[in-house]
Every structure is written in C-alpha cells, then in structure tokens.
C-alpha cells in the first residue's frame, strides 16, 4: 500500500521486472472515489482505476497514445487510464500520479484532473527531454558491444571502431567485419531499421546484425546511468588518454548525466548474432527499381528476426556480450 496518492518507480518497477501484477489503492479506506494505481496484465502494463459514479462516462483522452476506457472491477464501474506505448512507463507513470494527486488531495473530478494534467503537461510533451526510452535503451546495447570488444582489442580499438555516433552506416567498424546492434525492450525480437544501408554491407566486408532483448530488471537491473560510469570507470583505469573520445561520442549521442534516468534493465534472453546476408530479412538498394532509387529519400522499416537461428561463425568478440 503507497503512502498518500503517489506510487515511487522503483515500486513498480519490481513488479514489472518480476512479470507480476499487483494494486495500491491511493483514495482512503472509504473514499470515493475510489483511485487505484494497478499493475496489470501480468507485470506488462501500469494504469490508473477511477471510480465512476452513476451515470457518469469516462472522459476522452485527447492523446492517441493514451487510452480511457470502462471496466468492471470488483463489481464496481471503473475508468482505466492506461497507454498503448510500452516504452513510455516511466514517464507514463508520472502523469499518473499526478492525475491521482489531482483526485485525491485537490478534490478534482476525473474529468478535469485528466483534463488539467494534460493541458500542464502539453508544453513539456512537446519538448525533447533528453534522450527517449528507444534511444537509452539503444545506447545500453551500443555500450554492451563497446565493452565486449573492448575485452577482446582493447579500449582504444573499441572507441575507434565505434561509428555509430558519428552518424555512419554502422555502428561498428572492425577490421575484417562492420556491427549494426538493435535493442528491443519488446518480448519479440522486432528491430527497427533506418534507410535501405543500414543492413546492407560494405563492398565485401561482413555485416553483423547483433539483436538484443532487455526487459525491466527491477532492483537487480542496469540503468543507462550504471553503465556509462561502468565504462568511463574502465577506460579511466587501463586507457586514460581515451576518456575525452568516449564522452566526445556519449555527448554526440545525446547522453546527459544530469538528466533523470532510474529505468533499469537486465537481458531478456542471451544476445543472437546473424550475418546479413539471405537468411536475414532486409531492404537494400537493389530492393528498388533502379528507375526510382534516386526518387526516394528515405526508408524505415521494422523487422522481425525471432526464432532466426544465430549464424555459427560469428566474430569472437560477441562471445562475451553483457550489460557492463
């Protein structure tokens, strides 16, 4: 049971990390309405359960990434605030709380608590605040690569070959072979790819697509935090000389230490490594009439390598890949 009508992260995050649901009621004992914090769905969703009283609807949710709803819940009629963007729990779950604030301490109806929450918040929306779940999640898996090569040539071979801030095709040139690393926070190995290059190799040099999986890791995860002094502390100890090059490319990436980050994540399952080659679904330039290429500027597209199995010759230097 939380203290008064706000939930800490780190709370949630336990039951998240843990796939287990669990409710904290933030109205009193016997007040109405009554305003439960729930995490539901089996630890994949959080959402905020608002009484409705007789006659009254749900209000609508002007945000399409926001969703409000009516459930029956202990034989009561609720409002379900909840959203459909899984990467956006934790800034999700402050806007949360202060819809439940709104309710339970300042005497709002769900209508105009929602309503003023969102009208308060619109111009922060708006604004980027610093780097997005996508984004931090990407870097954890930019730096887990960094580190294993960096245990395999060295620290100042591995903040070389690092190209991925420099806004190359790839994130990683080595000598012999180029990685691309795709983090997914999804339960499926679903890897959003950007331009018809990204996947397509180098003259005769082999491509590596290395997917990883985190999951929320409750208090035994990882933040983007953790892992970027991890690394600094690494290259501090055996390859001083380098520290201005690592924070030159944690900078170029948009990395901001005085920024708020206490999401933590640990591996879903164990990273796979495949070659880009046939076995691996992709888009190149040869995917286009040529008659077009040069009409079109720009290519995203999702793709799925789940149950693709791992190519047996990867390089050496992805044996030994983990959260640092």
Known sequence: MADGPYVPWRSVEHYLGENQSTSYRLSGPSAHPEVSYVVGDGGREIALYVELERRYKPPNSP???IRIDQIMDRGMRMARIRTTQATL?????DLLNAVADRIVTHDRTLDQAFGETVRAWSTLLDRPRGLGTEKRIGLI?????LAAIARAHGWPTALESWKGPN???HDFGLLGCDIEVKTTA???RHHRIHGLGQLTPTGDRPLWLVSIQLTRGGTDGRTLTDCVQAVREKVTDRAPT???RLDERLAAVGWNPELPDDE???LRTDPVALQADGHLPLLNADSVPAKFRDRISDVTYTIDVSGIAA??????VLNDLRIP
């Open 63 to 65: 945000l399409p990434l």
């Open 89 to 93: 729990l934790r800034d999700f779950h």
């Open 141 to 145: 898996g930019e730096l887990s690569a």
């Open 167 to 169: 806004n190359e095709e």
């Open 186 to 188: 999804g339960e499926e």
């Open 242 to 244: 380098c520290l201005d």
């Open 264 to 266: 933590r994540w640990r």
């Open 311 to 316: 190519s047996p010759e990867r390089p050496s």
